[in-house]
């Protein structure tokens, strides 16, 4: 298997590059199906994977050196452990399904070939930063994927608002790659090599806990990967992000690109193990995270915005449970997150797309008439993602993580953070639900979705309910298979005693059952309108973007202005005509001292000379044979003469 | 015995004489009767040469150069009377076809100028 590797991120990239490079040929609704079959290719590599043994030892392969300079040979390699196999099979898998939803739902788009080389470009992108065993390799994925979400959350790039998102969603993240290409500059100074394994050796080996460039590198990472996550403080480009086709909000926004930064983290934990300040920092912005997320969930009309704050939010529990060092849990977070918010992504973009591209979700409840798959999808997606006790995947999830925030370093309180964000989430969740599908519009209509839509929703579905019986809580009777198995690799997270797990469990089960009180009553103030307070400071995520228009982006533009009106207009622009002003000057200067003058008369001195000398030479040719005779006795006696007196 | 410099002076003599000759006379005939005095002022210095060093090698020398000088005057006494024939000269200024060339290209050089 292990030659095979390569097929996981080389199938989607040859899907890309056989729709770039044969559209021509191609016929507009066949490009669904190549792009669907490369990511089926990668998804089955996945498969096979697991069936040749991934599951229990690592597998490897280089494909070649990418540069070579000196000694330094990054390679194009990939490494399939554990923590990558079950990203792969996250990435591969729900990324199969939206390919599968989006040949229904983009069927009717003009520009079928631009969306699926970018989407399968970005999914090989994701596959390569995922399997790469570099840090360059990863580099290069971490872009591709931040290039892909750009050209797909602009993908109806005629609408300037969605534009302007794209170009945000680029910009912002563009501040987190930046702190992590520093990071990776620092690293090979430091070790002057690339590769994970041995950069994470030698770091445990060579650095100090809590040493300086330890807590710097740590610090860098954690900035690109709360870039690509969209955790605080750069979070506001996700909400915006949703401007993009409703599966590529549920691909990239929802299951793959912002679980990056989780898996960058995970992938890196020893750095951040020598740093622990930092690693508590993981933490404290996981925790503000989640409450900020949630919050402003609670106020949001746009049906996807509110996904997309939730998205957010649940990022930030993953956050919390890295900055714990629980990386098991917070991956098990990360597949359960995965399936539960591309359903709910799919259900409400089928029910967006049923409603008439109306987003608003007081509108939709009016409307009625919603597909009662989605609808039904989205109430399991909802309970999965409120963490519903017993019964659903998003619950053993997050409970495992609020267990674990209890051990660490001031855990108590990052797990009131917590809990609140828990109670905010079953609020919001179902304040949508209640507002979108027991609005006053008519019932749900029987029409049944296509079925290429409908059999990606029934097996998220399936997945948001099931995936959780793999991990039972602490101390339950029954499998414990994900944290043995990703032990060897990532370690246990510390856990509180056993009977405060117990009392931990009841909260936490508890919590999702308040929350849906809370959307009761949300919804019922919300109806009598009386909105809640704060609304619209909610409503526009706590006024980050304001604060950055005013901190950020105006200063920039109005710094770019005066450096148009001064530094371009008069430096530049000034600078650059007296230049043109003095080269005009010198080249008439020299068209008339130069060429008239120095150039011609020379020209004319040189062919008088050489007319002179024509003259003079031409006279010894005269053809008198006695001259010639002359001149040959009068060489040879000159040389004779110079032979004998002169040497 | 005779000393190596009355040779020597007599050949240096004969020499400059046929060069005088070459030099001076116009007529071909003349031309070619100072070439073999130029070639047996040359002969008798290898001779001398020879003699004094007691070496056959300048005899052997002379003799060669009579062979190949007899030869030469063949051809050269051939190429007189073609001259003769052909162009009607008896002298070498009359034979100055190369110096015609020279002045077509200095009209040519005229035109463009």
Known sequence: MSQWLWLIPGSPLLGALIIALLGERIQRRHFAIVASCATAGAFLAVLLAWLMGAASHPL????????????????????????????????????????????????GE????????????????????????????????????????FALIGFWYRDPVRAAAGRKAFTVTRVGDTALAIGIFLLFSQFHELSLSALLTSATAQWEQGSTLATLTALLILGGAVGKSAQLPLQVWLPDAMAGPSPVSALIHAATMVTAGVYLIARTHPLFELA???????????????????????????????????????????????????YALALFHLTTHAFFKALLFLSAGAVIRAGGDEHDIHRLGDLGRHPSLARWSFLIGAASLAALPFITAGFYSKDAILAATWAAPAGPLLWA?????????????????????????????TASLPRSMALPLLILAALSITAGFIELPEGWPGPHLWSAWLEDELGLAAM??????????????????????????????????????????????????????????????????????????RIIEGGLSGLARGFWTVARGCRYWVEHGTLERG????????????????????????????????????????????? | MIPLTHSLVIAA?????????????????FVLMGLELMFNGVALTAVAAGQHWGNADGQVLTIFLMAVTAAELVVALILVWLAFQHFGAVRVDELSRLREDAKLK????????
């Open chain 1, 60 to 107: 490897q392969q280089t494909l070649y050196t990418w540069v070579a300079v000196g000694d330094w040979r990054p390679t194009i390699g990939f490494t399939l452990d554990r923590l990558a196999l079950v990203m792969v099979s996250v990435v591969s898998g729900v990324g199969l399904l939206i390919h599968l939803y989006s040949m229904a739902f983009m069927a």
């Open chain 1, 110 to 149: 003009k520009d079928q070939r631009r969306y699926y080389f970018f989407l399968n470009l970005f999914l090989s992108g994701m596959l390569i930063l995922v399997l790469a065993d570099n840090l360059l390799l990863l580099y290069l994925g971490w872009e591709l994927v931040g290039l892909c979400s």
């Open chain 1, 276 to 326: 622990p300040q930092v690693q508590w920092l993981v933490a404290a912005i996981g925790t503000l995270t989640i409450v900020y997320g949630a919050s402003a969930a609670l106020a949001q009309t746009d049906f996807k915005r509110v996904l997309a704050y939730s998205t957010i939010s649940q990022i930030g529990y993953m956050f919390l449970a890295l900055g714990c060092g629980a």
């Open chain 1, 417 to 445: 953070f917590a809990a609140v964000g828990a109670l905010l989430t079953g609020g919001y969740i179902f304040r949508a639900y209640l507002l979108v599908f027991h609005g006053s519009g008519p019932r749900d209509s």
């Open chain 1, 496 to 569: 509180p005693p056993t009977g405060a797990v117990h009392r931990l469990q009841v909260i936490g089960a508890l919590l999702p059952l308040a929350g849906i009180a809370l959307a009761l009553v949300l919804v019922r103030r919300e109806r009598a309108g009386q909105p809640l307070p704060l609304t619209t400071f909610l409503r526009s995520g706590w006024g980050f973007d304001a604060l950055y228009r005013v901190a950020l982006v105006q200063p920039y533009q109005a710094l770019a202005r005066s450096l148009g009106r001064v530094v371009e207009a």
């Open chain 1, 603 to 647: 020209l004319g001195i040189l062919i008088s000379g050489l007319r002179f000398g024509h003259v003079m030479l031409n006279a010894t040719q005269n053809g008198m044979l006695s001259r010639y005779a002359l001149a040959m006795a009068a060489g040879a006696l000159t040389l004779l003469g110079y032979w004998i007196w002169g040497g």
């Open chain 2, 13 to 29: 003599l004969l020499f400059t004489l046929g060069l005088a000759v070459v030099l001076l006379r116009r007529e071909l005939l």
């Open chain 2, 106 to 113: 200095g009209n040519a050089r005229g035109d463009t100028s």
